[in-house]
């Protein structure tokens, strides 16, 4: 069946880094879209980024531009987010979520809902 | 840039029908696509309805979307309620500029 799991959360120091990774299986990895979408404690969810099924187009949510980076390796069946200079506001627990619903082409390029979730890493940025 | 705004809570009684709204603030509702997600307390979130109104296999058809140009608003209907549908909604479309927008979200209680 298909599955996300999540992995690298932790507790890190505000200006740090930290990577997450996110192992897919069950599916063509290398043929969807994929995102990170976080929920703070208590608080709804909020995308953070999202890559194109070969790794050519990246966008990102304003409040992690320039400090954020999505990537993927399909050849290992993996996505990952890169997180640098983290903000107390940057902790959440982070979903990875496969784009596999609502596909569509909206001012000029693909657009993915999210169809699979993983069950979620925790990111907490504290000193 | 829009927002999609929900009710904070609503809810009814087990075997009832309960209708969540999803209002875009700008643009039309009808020009993107709405995807709905539901998470229950402790849990991931889980996709109940895409495209607006197609439901993913393995959802049972008492959820159900729909959208609505006049009132500028995406629903998802759950009808036969049950303990297991209380968790949180959220509603979600698409926007040029920030491209994934998710709404404020719905508390649902099965009272």
């Known amino acids: 069946q298909v599955q996300l799991v999540e992995s690298g959360g932790g507790v890190v120091q505000p200006g740090r880094s930290l990577r997450l990774s996110c192992a897919a299986s069950?599916?063509?990895?290398?043929?969807?879209?994929m995102h990170w979408v976080r929920q703070a404690p208590g608080k709804g969810l909020e995308w953070v980024a999202v890559?194109?099924?070969?790794?050519?187009?990246?966008y990102y949510a304003d409040s992690v531009k320039g400090r954020f980076t999505i990537s993927r390796d399909n050849s290992k069946n993996t996505l990952y987010l890169q997180m640098n200079s983290l903000r107390a506001e940057d902790t959440a627990v982070y979903y990875c979520?496969?784009?596999?619903?609502?596909?569509?082409?909206?001012?000029?390029?693909?657009?993915?809902?999210?169809?699979?979730w993983g069950q979620g890493t925790t990111v907490t940025v504290s000193s | 840039n829009f927002m999609l705004t929900q009710p904070h809570s609503v809810s009814e009684s087990p075997g009832k029908t309960v209708t969540i709204s999803c209002t875009r603030s700008?643009?039309?509702?009808?020009?993107?696509?709405v995807q709905w997600y539901q998470q229950r307390p402790g849990s991931a979130p889980t996709t109940v309805i895409y495209?607006?109104?197609?439901?993913p296999s393995g959802v049972p058809d008492r959820f159900s979307g729909s959208i609505d140009s006049s009132s500028n608003s995406a629903s998802l209907t759950i009808s036969g309620l049950k303990t297991e549908d209380e968790a949180d909604y959220y509603c979600?479309?698409?926007?040029?500029?920030?491209?994934?927008?998710f709404g404020t979200g719905t508390k649902v209680t099965v009272l």
């Open positions: 979520a496969k784009g596999g619903a609502g596909i569509a082409v909206y001012f000029g390029r693909y657009y993915y809902g999210m169809d699979v």
């Open positions: 069950g599916f063509t990895f290398s043929s969807y879209g």
């Open positions: 890559i194109s099924y070969d790794g050519s187009n990246k």
């Open positions: 700008s643009g039309s509702i009808a020009s993107n696509y």
């Open positions: 495209e607006d109104n197609q439901r």
């Open positions: 979600q479309s698409y926007d040029s500029s920030n491209p994934y927008v």
